[in-house]
């Protein structure tokens, strides 16, 4: 059990002695017990000695018990009233019951009544403690961990190494149910020359001494924020927003308080802060985002650097579909074949259903759209670029007169491009394996080894070692060991070689390893077989 702090309030003496009596009678060591005898000296007297149970008289001089429940309660959320009276009247019982009294007893108490009340009330306590314990211990474990899932998230997007459920399973973690944010970049250094922070690295070493206190600051500065682990002299925060773009007075309030903090970090820790940020975009593109934050820094003297007062990136006309750009060359990119037609039909639909008159305009657009996604589709691997491969495209689309067939060779050619993302890299590895089973099969009569192999196909050994058991169902040295006997027994049984013959034709060295190995593959010796 806990030490409990009892407060009894009541204006006889002869009642407030016989209580101290009962309780520490009872409970011995486990309680400090204080007293008063008027309203006004109990409220006092709480303020001060913080009880966690109040045993409390409704009539006394001046303000009446019910009223000094209520001020105390104001100040003291967790006490427990134990209430006692003369009356036993209901209008008092009423007001008691909504302050959270434990217990109405009426005068005279019984003694039994009172212990068993007072053990009610350290139970309640006790679980409340807990209660606070556990929720405080949650609450650090929280605080330890939350930094590592924030600097997780940040990490996965500003280096795109993640699914699109890791994604969701961090927002979920963090209680992010917004789609759109902007992003920060803190940049930090000795001093500000022109457009840079002199001194990077030694004062990046400096900042990791303040680095809970930089964190909680921003943190305060702006709420909501992400924070990720520094990096050199920088350390990047991403901030949800609802959202998809920011007002101008908004903007021009955010760009302010920011102005305030670089200030304020300078104050405290004695290092010169600068911060970029960046326009409101979706949560996939906060590498862009992050990007043009810094950018914004790189392009400005200021200490604080908004995008969108800058002439950074490419702005685009109203109607342009920005959005079906971006999600055309992300699917293209991930090899969705179906969803990249989808996107592709849709966005060329609209620019015709918007610029159909300008034919020209309309092919540039779709040449520029399909070599860009023939460039993701060469980087992605598994494809070997040609110069002169697409020395057709451009007389082929000048030779386009109507959108129909326009339309008909973008979506072919994204199409193209998406699958070859897909499957072209699979491909290569296929041949890669098909040209190995060759090489194989050419020269299963020498000491050839997998190292051999995987230099002739231009893989690693590790990998093709992998590669090679997926596609075949067998590792490389028992699809050898099988060649070299499927071989073995046509030779043991259409030709009159001796065996050491037979033995070094099939590209072994020793006849005793030979007829072991094969005896063991097999399940008869060489010359058992050849008798059969």
């Known amino acids: 059990m806990s030490h409990y702090k009892i407060m009894l309030a009541d204006d006889e003496g002869i009642v407030i002695d016989s209580l101290k009596f009962i309780i520490e009678k009872e409970f011995g060591g486990l309680c400090t017990i204080e007293f008063a005898k008027t309203g006004r000296s109990v409220i006092e007297l709480a303020e001060n000695f913080r009880p966690d149970i109040a045993i409390m008289d409704i009539q006394m001089p001046g303000i009446n018990g019910i009223e000094a429940m209520r001020e105390i309660r104001e100040t003291n959320q967790n006490v427990i009233f134990i209430v006692m009276s003369a009356y036993d009247k209901f209008d008092y019982a009423k007001e008691a019951i909504k302050l959270g009294v434990l217990e109405y007893i009426t005068k005279p108490m019984e003694k039994t009544r009172i212990i068993d009340t007072l053990k009610k009330a350290m139970k309640q306590i006790d679980r409340e403690k807990e209660k606070r314990s556990n929720d405080l211990l949650i609450r650090e474990k929280l605080e330890t961990v939350m930094p590592i899932i924030e600097n997780g998230l940040l990490y996965n997007l500003l280096f795109q190494e993640h699914f699109t459920e890791d994604i969701e399973n961090y927002k979920q973690l963090l209680g992010i149910d917004q789609n759109y944010a902007y992003m920060l970049s803190v940049v930090c250094g000795e001093t500000q020359e022109g457009n840079?922070?002199?001194?990077?690295?030694?004062?990046?070493?400096?900042?990791?001494?303040?680095d809970t206190l930089l964190r909680e600051y921003l943190k305060e500065a702006y709420p909501g924020v992400i924070l990720g682990m520094s990096m050199a002299n920088k350390l990047p925060g991403l901030?949800?927003?609802?959202?998809?773009?920011?007002?101008?007075?908004e903007r021009i309030a955010l760009i302010e308080k920011s102005r305030e903090i670089v200030r304020e970090l300078k104050r405290r820790t004695q290092i010169s802060f600068r911060i970029g940020i960046s326009a409101v975009a979706p949560l996939e593109e906060a590498r862009e985002s992050y990007r043009e934050a810094t950018n914004a820094l790189i392009m400005t003297t200021g200490s604080v650097a908004h995008v969108d007062d800058l002439p950074i990136g490419c702005a685009h006309e109203e109607t342009y579909p920005v959005d079906l750009e971006k999600k055309l060359f992300a699917e293209v990119k991930n090899g969705e074949t179906d969803h990249a037609v989808a996107t592709a039909e849709t966005y060329f639909d609209l620019i015709a259903g918007l610029h159909g008159d300008y034919l020209m305009n309309i092919r540039l657009k779709v040449l520029?759209?399909?070599?860009?996604?023939?460039?993701?589709?060469?980087?992605?691997?598994g494809m070997t670029y040609e110069f002169r491969d697409r020395a057709d495209y451009l007389p082929v689309i000048m030779g386009m007169d109507d959108l129909v067939s326009i339309k008909e060779w973008f979506l072919d050619k994204m199409r193209t491009a998406s699958r070859n993302v897909s499957t072209k890299a699979a491909e290569k590895s296929l041949g890669a394996v098909e040209a190995a089973k060759a090489y194989i099969q050419n020269n299963y009569s020498r000491d050839i080894s997998l190292d051999e192999v995987s230099q002739k196909v231009n893989i690693s050994p590790y990998y093709f070692s992998k590669i090679f058991k997926e596609d075949v169902?067998?590792?490389?040295?028992?699809?050898?060991?099988?060649?070299?006997?499927?071989?073995?027994?046509?030779?043991?049984?259409?030709t009159e070689y001796s065996m050491k013959e037979i033995c070094s034709m099939v590209g072994y060295a020793d006849p005793n390893y030979f007829s072991r190995s094969f005896k063991k593959n097999v399940g008869v010796t060489p010359t058992e077989y050849k008798q059969l």
């Open 196 to 210: 840079h922070m002199t001194n990077a690295v030694g004062s990046s070493v400096k900042m990791q001494q303040y």
């Open 473 to 494: 169902g067998e590792g490389f040295v028992e699809y050898l060991t099988k060649i070299r006997m499927d071989k073995a027994k046509e030779l043991l049984t259409t």
């Open 239 to 249: 901030v949800p927003c609802e959202e998809t773009q920011m007002a101008y007075e």
């Open 368 to 381: 520029e759209f399909v070599l860009y996604a023939e460039y993701l589709a060469y980087n992605s691997g």
